[in-house]
């Protein structure tokens, strides 16, 4: 079992920027792809950015490319999401999510085993 707890999360002005974090407990999280996705009041939820088992490979939402970027340490089972020129629109609450036993990045929901509980982010303009 993986258990997943999100930090960072916070008021900011738009431009400005935030730093996520991610914990994770389990013996396997190298092995494990691990993303963020985001969910705006009254919206679906969906796929921000997704990074490889062994941090090679790295997917982001066109929406976020260039002023997002994901990253990990598996010392520590640590992921994390720099976000910088933040913007009102990305403005939601954001989730980190865990795969069972692949490596491989996906930016579909369905593929992550696990959760965590969210971090609200507020972007004001």
């Known amino acids: 079992q993986v258990q997943l ?3 960072g999360g916070g ?7 935030l730093t996520l974090s991610c914990s994770a407990s389990g013996r396997t999280f190298s ?3 691990m993303a963020w996705f985001r969910q705006a009041p009254g919206n679906a939820r969906e796929f921000v950015a997704a990074i490889s088992g062994n941090g090679v490979f790295r997917n982001y939402a066109d929406s976020v490319k260039g002023r997002f970027t994901i990253s990990r ?6 992921v994390s999401l720099q976000m910088n020129s933040l913007k009102p ?3 939601a609450v954001y989730y980190c999510a865990g795969r069972s036993f692949s490596s491989v990045t996906s930016t579909t ?8 509980q969210g971090t609200q982010v507020t972007v004001s303009s």
């Open 109 to 116: 929901m369905s593929d992550y085993a696990y959760w965590g």
């Open 5 to 7: 707890v999100e930090s």
């Open 73 to 78: 340490d598996n010392a520590k089972k640590t």
């Open 31 to 33: 092995s494990n792809a």
């Open 11 to 17: 008021l900011v002005q738009a431009g400005g920027s």
């Open 89 to 91: 629109e990305d403005t």
